[in-house]
């Protein structure tokens, strides 16, 4: 029988700074409450943050930060499987008859230089698919969230006489583009662990203060598209490009022409971005090449609004080399991308009001969607389990107050950035105590 929500949630008035208070039953605010070992743990998460930020891998190579979560969920008691979907690692702790909660935090890093001033900045760098050496940065938060899993994993495994059920933990690699999610659950995920009835996951985000926590109800991420254009010439001479076919103008022209399909095509009350990340042609100034290759990504919410989008990219590619007198280009969509993530109503609604109780209610926010895109939803979608990824503030709170009263709070350091750097132990309690307050809260109770 559960016990009553006020009741419920004095047990979990937390070490990241909420009191509860309310004396209609007084005994129950003696024992010992979940969060309160976060405070003991915490050095030694703090060491383990530094160390996965230190040394972060790319996507599909994240060999040694997989080993590393692994060995945190052997110490903690739980049952684990490696090398799944690539570099994914499951950790199961079972507790006895009741739901099924599922955690998941992703793994791999980016090919981004660190330009922050932390004394454990990345400085690694390594060889990508193509064989390019890169830098490598954490710059997506991604160490926060790996960090609140095993810390999150060390309290509910300690405190295993408050729930009943079975957790699952997810070390996700791949998230950056490359179905990492997918790739998992095509691996058998749900074939070697019990099918979840609820699945949980966080953020990190530069628009929140560190301590904070945002839930977007229904759609939170959008769609993505990642689509590639070879635009083929006729190479030659630069000084006679009379006698050439200049794939440069024509890819600039298609760039250009593309940012007509959002302020032209799409309902102004709908939303879509059409970005051109990368543009590369030629090997020396006074050579016009033979063909260009354009990079996008495309983000969408509405199916329609996906296709029709998708539509335009290729006609207008086509229509600008048709122009140019140039045989049709490539357009490839092969590159894949990610559906929406949706956050189950219900389940932001049950959530939202036990972090309201054990953080304060000032500190948990309703936040709008985001034109990012995430394969969390892969899990919830795969076996129909209502989803929520929650937003953690991740910008220390005193700067992000200063830069929102001077209206600049657009201009702060955002994930992807290579200034990018999470104000480190409240954006990592903060993790933990989202992750650990959700699963009691959807746990069976002794």
Same mark, same amino acid.
């Given at each position: 029988?559960?016990?009553?929500?006020?009741?419920?949630?004095?047990?979990?008035?937390?070490?990241?700074?909420?009191?509860?208070?309310?004396?209609?039953?007084?005994?129950?605010?003696?024992?010992?409450?979940?969060?309160?070992?976060?405070?003991?743990?915490?050095?030694?998460?703090?060491?383990?943050?530094?160390?996965?930020?230190?040394?972060?891998?790319?996507?599909?190579?994240?060999?040694?930060?997989?080993?590393?979560?692994?060995?945190?969920?052997?110490?903690?008691?739980?049952?684990?499987?490696?090398?799944?979907?690539?570099?994914?690692?499951?950790?199961?702790?079972?507790?006895?008859?009741?739901?099924?909660?599922?955690?998941?935090?992703?793994?791999?890093?980016?090919?981004?230089?660190?330009?922050?001033?932390?004394?454990?900045?990345?400085?690694?760098?390594?060889?990508?698919?193509?064989?390019?050496?890169?830098?490598?940065?954490?710059?997506?938060?991604?160490?926060?969230?790996?960090?609140?899993?095993?810390?999150?994993?060390?309290?509910?495994?300690?405190?295993?006489?408050?729930?009943?059920?079975?957790? $699952?933990?997810?070390?996700?690699?791949?998230?950056?583009?490359?179905?990492?999610?997918?790739?998992?659950?095509?691996?058998?995920?749900?074939?070697?662990?019990?099918?979840?009835?609820?699945?949980?996951?966080?953020?990190?985000?530069?628009?929140?203060?560190?301590?904070?926590?945002?839930?977007?109800?229904?759609?939170?991420?959008?769609?993505?598209?990642?689509?590639?254009?070879?635009?083929?010439?006729?190479?030659?001479?630069?000084?006679?490009?009379?006698?050439?076919?200049?794939?440069?103008? $024509?890819?600039?022209?298609?760039?250009?022409?593309?940012?007509? $399909?959002?302020?032209?095509?799409?309902?102004?009350?709908?939303?879509?971005?059409?970005?051109?990340?990368?543009?590369?042609?030629?090997?020396?100034?006074?050579?016009?090449?033979?063909?260009?290759?354009?990079?996008?990504?495309?983000?969408?919410?509405?199916?329609?609004?996906?296709?029709?989008?998708?539509?335009?990219?290729?006609?207008?590619?086509?229509?600008?080399?048709?122009?140019?007198?140039?045989?049709?280009?490539?357009?490839?969509?092969?590159?894949?991308?990610?559906?929406?993530?949706?956050?189950?109503?219900?389940?932001?609604?049950?959530?939202?009001?036990?972090?309201?109780?054990?953080?304060?209610?000032?500190?948990?926010?309703?936040?709008?969607?985001?034109?990012?895109?995430?394969?969390?939803?892969? !899990?919830?979608?795969?076996?129909?389990?209502?989803?929520?990824? !929650?937003?953690?503030?991740?910008?220390?709170?005193?700067?992000?107050?200063?830069?929102?009263?001077?209206?600049?709070?657009?201009?702060?350091?955002?994930?992807?950035?290579?200034?990018?750097?999470?104000?480190?132990?409240?954006?990592?309690?903060?993790?933990?105590?989202? !992750?650990?307050?959700?699963?009691?809260?959807?746990?069976?109770?002794?």
């Amino acid at each position: 029988m559960r016990r009553s929500t006020s009741a419920l949630w004095c047990l979990v008035a937390v070490a990241v700074g909420a009191a509860c208070t309310g004396g209609a039953e007084p005994a129950l605010a003696q024992p010992p409450r979940p969060l309160d070992g976060l405070g003991a743990i915490y050095p030694a998460l703090n060491d383990f943050y530094i160390d996965l930020h230190k040394t972060p891998e790319l996507s599909l190579f994240e060999e040694k930060t997989s080993a590393k979560m692994a060995a945190q969920f052997k110490r903690l008691g739980y049952e684990t499987t490696e090398k799944l979907g690539g570099f994914g690692v499951v950790g199961i702790l079972r507790n006895g008859d009741g739901p099924v909660v599922l955690l998941r935090a992703d793994m791999d890093a980016l090919p981004v230089k660190e330009q922050t001033d932390s004394p454990h900045a990345s400085a690694v760098t390594m060889k990508n698919w193509s064989g390019e050496v890169v830098p490598v940065m954490h710059a997506c938060g991604h160490d926060v969230h790996m960090t609140a899993l095993i810390g999150a994993a060390e309290l509910l495994a300690k405190d295993k006489d408050r729930w009943r059920g079975t957790l $699952i933990l997810i070390a996700q690699p791949a998230e950056e583009g490359y179905n990492g999610a997918k790739l998992m659950v095509d691996a058998g995920l749900f074939e070697k662990v019990p099918k979840p009835n609820f699945c949980l996951g966080i953020h990190v985000d530069a628009q929140l203060p560190a301590g904070n926590i945002g839930i977007t109800v229904g759609p939170a991420s959008a769609n993505s598209n990642a689509v590639d254009i070879t635009v083929y010439g006729r190479g030659g001479h630069g000084s006679q490009p009379h006698r050439t076919i200049d794939p440069i103008v $024509i890819g600039a022209r298609i760039v250009t022409s593309l940012q007509t $399909i959002v302020s032209r095509e799409v309902d102004p009350f709908d939303s879509a971005v059409v970005t051109v990340g990368s543009f590369h042609a030629g090997t020396k100034r006074n050579i016009i090449p033979d063909e260009a290759r354009l990079a996008l990504t495309v983000r969408t919410y509405k199916s329609e609004t996906r296709v029709r989008v998708l539509e335009s990219i290729a006609r207008i590619a086509k229509a600008e080399a048709a122009a140019a007198g140039a045989v049709e280009p490539l357009v490839d969509l092969s590159g894949g991308g990610y559906d929406m993530v949706v956050n189950d109503p219900a389940l932001c609604e049950r959530l939202s009001g036990p972090l309201r109780k054990s953080l304060g209610a000032e500190r948990v926010q309703k936040t709008e969607p985001l034109m990012g895109s995430e394969d969390f939803g892969v !899990f919830g979608a795969t076996v129909g389990a209502p989803s929520i990824q !929650f937003r953690i503030g991740a910008t220390n709170a005193a700067v992000f107050a200063d830069a929102k009263a001077k209206g600049r709070s657009l201009l702060l350091p955002a994930i992807h950035s290579a200034r990018f750097l999470p104000d480190q132990e409240p954006t990592i309690r903060t993790g933990v105590s989202t !992750f650990v307050i959700s699963a009691l809260e959807l746990l069976g109770k002794p």
